[in-house]
Every structure is written in structure tokens, then in C-alpha cells.
């Protein structure tokens, strides 16, 4: 159940950061696209949050799982959770996030685990779109003008320490973060190279999601997403 | 054709309603026991996220209603994965017809899937940009014509 929630979770933190752009986007088509991919996100969270209520067996469903949790309960990595800041900011999350959840999702569909195993064949492909996505701004803004350089540089050096904690090893996981390094590497590494940006230097590594440890900013994100169900209990549209 | 097969194979997509969920290969199987009358449906989302699928399945189970079977269960999986290789000739055409581009083969090497030049579903031109790789629904892009300057939908290979 918790490898089942943990990916539920950062995809469900994501989707609802990733909708906080609505109407807000700096263009029309932008606004569409990150309300297309938080859809997509929102889907994959589905899913996975159903499969581990089932495994858990406690009778807890989707809604229970989302809306009725405190933020220790949550097991989404930190990244996700972050504030959105800038555009740049929120692409360098989205790279970040779409590099590693398509190697994720991949390996996700080989597994013997026959649910993962299909959401992870069916998730990869719309990750593979989000890292087009998030790929092609970075390297618009990282080889643009100077200030959109200098703002995409700044965003990936402030997200780049977040992104340790998704490759924390989990040995009996069914599939092992660890062994996603690589891959992601290569794929960020190469999108930087094309943006002329420089993969930062890491000097601290902040992790605790896994363990329900998580930043000031989920409490403020689970009070907006949670308040009609907690103020409601059980209402429907 | 079975009456519940062809009374669930004439479902609509509720968001391009030129097109039935046959066509766009939404609709994977549907089993009647004989004895009973008891019709299992079972479909697929496009997007894991696509929300026409709550209206999908009330669809299914009223029209499986009204041709005879009220006794109906619709069944939701994943695996195999849709893919726009799915969507069927006539699905293909019923788009173009109503304006929207129809998705190119997916590459099968990869999971990224290869952009060709999209043709404009209104005048034919190959001259076509693409505006937006996001559209009004999770599975469409959205380009213009260079040609006839006219805007429209593409489904995205997926």
C-alpha cells in the first residue's frame, strides 16, 4: 500500500499545485496546458489512491484518502508540494517531476504487480508528453533572452535539491527509485545542455515525504483542497 | 450483431459527438449471458484523467435500458492502454468530416509519439501549424491552417 500511496500522493500534490495556474497562466495556451496535464495527474492519482485503499483494506476510498488526511499522513516527495513561483519555476518542477515519473511509470509496467502494472502503461505515456512539455520551455527560456535565462537558471537551482529525495532507495518496493537515477540523469542533464543552463552543485538534499515529514507549504495546499469536504462530510455534486 | 452490442456500440463520446465510443475504440467488449440477459460492458478511458467517463457509463447502462437489458454492469480497465491507433476508418473520417484531425500512427518504438504534418481537416492543405499541444479536451492538440487560416482540433497520437 504505501509505494501505491506515495505515488498517488505526488500526483495528486501535483495536480492540485499544476491547477493553481488556471487563469493565471502568462498565455491562453499555457493556461490549457497545465490544466491538462494537472488532468492527467489527477487521473493517475485516482487510480493509484483507489488501489491503495484496497490494499489497505480499511475501507478507505479515493475521497477518504485525499480529503480526510492530515498533512503526516501524506506521502507525496517534497517536490510536488513546493509553491509554483515564477513560470520557470514551475517548469523546472515539471521537468523534474516528468523525467522521473516517466522512467517510473515505465518500470511500473513490467512489474508483477498486474494493477501497477497498468496504471504505469497507461500514465507513461502522458508523462512522456509532460516532459515534452516542460522540456521544450526550458530550453525556450534558458536559450532566450537574458532575463528569462537568468530566471530559468534560477528556477532549476532552486528546485534541483528536491529532486534527490524521488531516488531515495526502497528496496522492496515493486519498483526500486534508485535504479531511475540514471535514466533521469541522462534525460535532465542533456535538456539543460540544450538550454544552456548549468546542473547545479547540491549541498543539501531535503527529504522527509516519504515519512509524512513534509514543508510548511502542504498544510496551506490540503486546507484549500480539503475545506469543502471537511465542511461538508460526504456531499455530492 | 447482438441488439446490446449495437445499442452500446452507438454511444456517443460526450465530448465529440460526431463519433461513438466504437469508433474511437473506448468500447473493448460486451458479454450477454444468454440465460439472464445480463450485459458486462467494458471500456477504456483515453486519458487516465478524462472525465467523460462517468457520463460514458451512464450512457451505456441507459441505453442498454432501453433496448431491453436493465441488468447491466460497466466494467472500467487499463491495460491493454488506448492508444489513437484504436479509433477505427470510419472513426477517422467522421473527424476529418466534422473538422477535427485525426491522430497520425504512433511510432512504436517509443512512447513519445512522432509529429507529422497534420492536414487540415477543412481545405487539405498540408501548411499547418500547431498553436497549442494542449486542446478544449485532454486527448486533442490545437492547430491552424496556413492556407485557409482556419483554426482547428487535431487528436493527439497517443
Same mark, same amino acid.
Given at each position: ?15 492540485? +499545485? ?10 491562453? !495556451? ?16 485516482? %487510480? %493509484?489512491?483507489?488501489?491503495?485503499? !484496497? ?8 475521497? @477518504?484518502?485525499?480529503? #480526510? ?9 517534497? %517536490? ?15 521537468? =523534474? ?17 498486474? +494493477? ?16 515534452? $512539455? ?48 540514471? !535514466? ?12 544552456? #543552463? ?15 515529514? $513534509? ?12 475545506? #469543502? ?9 | ?9 452507438? =454511444? =456517443?463520446? *460526450? ?29 477504456? &478511458?483515453?486519458? @487516465?484523467?478524462? &472525465? ?17 437489458? &436493465?441488468?447491466?454492469?460497466?466494467? @472500467? =480497465? ?23 484531425? *485525426? ?13 507529422? @504534418?497534420?492536414?487540415?481537416? $477543412? ?9 497549442? +499541444? ?16 482556419? *483554426? ?7
Amino acid at each position: 500500500m504505501d509505494f501505491a500511496l506515495a505515488l498517488g500522493d505526488d500526483a495528486l500534490i501535483a495536480a492540485q +499545485r499544476l491547477a493553481e495556474w488556471t487563469t493565471r497562466a502568462p498565455e491562453m !495556451e499555457e493556461d490549457v496546458a497545465l490544466a491538462n496535464i494537472a488532468l492527467d495527474q489527477l487521473g493517475a492519482a485516482r %487510480l %493509484l489512491l483507489s488501489y491503495a485503499g !484496497e490494499l489497505e483494506g480499511a475501507g478507505r476510498d479515493e475521497d @477518504t484518502l485525499a480529503y #480526510l488526511r492530515d498533512d503526516r499522513e501524506f506521502r507525496n516527495c517534497l %517536490l510536488v508540494e513546493l509553491p509554483n513561483g515564477d513560470f520557470a519555476v514551475t517548469m523546472a518542477k515539471l521537468l =523534474v517531476l516528468a523525467a522521473y515519473q516517466v522512467p517510473l511509470y515505465t518500470a511500473l509496467a513490467a512489474c508483477p504487480d498486474e +494493477r501497477l502494472a497498468a496504471i504505469g502503461a497507461k500514465a507513461r505515456k502522458e508523462s512522456a508528453y509532460h516532459l515534452d $512539455h516542460a522540456a521544450l520551455w526550458v530550453k525556450r527560456l534558458g536559450d532566450g533572452t537574458e532575463e528569462s535565462y537568468r530566471r530559468m537558471q534560477a528556477g532549476i537551482d532552486q528546485i534541483w535539491p528536491y529532486a534527490d529525495e524521488l531516488f531515495a532507495a526502497w528496496p522492496d518496493a515493486p519498483v526500486d527509485p534508485a535504479t531511475l537515477r540514471s !535514466e533521469f540523469d541522462d534525460t535532465v542533464t542533456a535538456v539543460l545542455a540544450e538550454a544552456t #543552463l548549468t546542473v547545479p552543485e547540491v549541498a543539501w538534499t531535503p527529504a522527509g515525504g516519504r515519512d509524512g515529514v $513534509h514543508t510548511e507549504h502542504l498544510s496551506y495546499l490540503l486546507a484549500e483542497m480539503q475545506v #469543502l469536504h471537511r465542511a461538508h462530510p460526504g456531499v455530492r455534486w | 450483431m447482438s441488439r446490446a452490442r449495437a445499442a452500446v456500440a452507438a =454511444v =456517443v463520446d *460526450p465530448e465529440i459527438r460526431v463519433v461513438t465510443i466504437d469508433d474511437l475504440g473506448i468500447l473493448r467488449s460486451v458479454l450477454e449471458d444468454p440465460a439472464t440477459g445480463r450485459v458486462v460492458v467494458t471500456i477504456t &478511458p483515453t486519458y @487516465t484523467g478524462c &472525465p467523460a467517463m462517468d457520463v460514458i457509463r451512464a450512457d451505456i447502462r441507459r441505453a442498454l435500458a432501453a433496448a431491453g437489458h &436493465p441488468d447491466a454492469e460497466v466494467r @472500467t =480497465v487499463h491495460s491493454p492502454a488506448w492508444s489513437t491507433d484504436w479509433i477505427s476508418d470510419a472513426g477517422r473520417a467522421k473527424l476529418a468530416a466534422a473538422g477535427i484531425a *485525426p491522430p497520425a500512427p504512433v511510432r512504436r518504438d517509443g512512447v513519445v509519439p512522432l509529429t507529422l @504534418t497534420v492536414r487540415c481537416p $477543412h481545405c487539405g492543405s498540408p501548411e499547418t501549424e500547431q498553436l497549442s +499541444r494542449f486542446g478544449s479536451t485532454a486527448c486533442k492538440a490545437l492547430w491552424r491552417c496556413r492556407s485557409c487560416s482556419e *483554426p482547428f482540433d487535431q487528436v493527439k497520437a497517443l
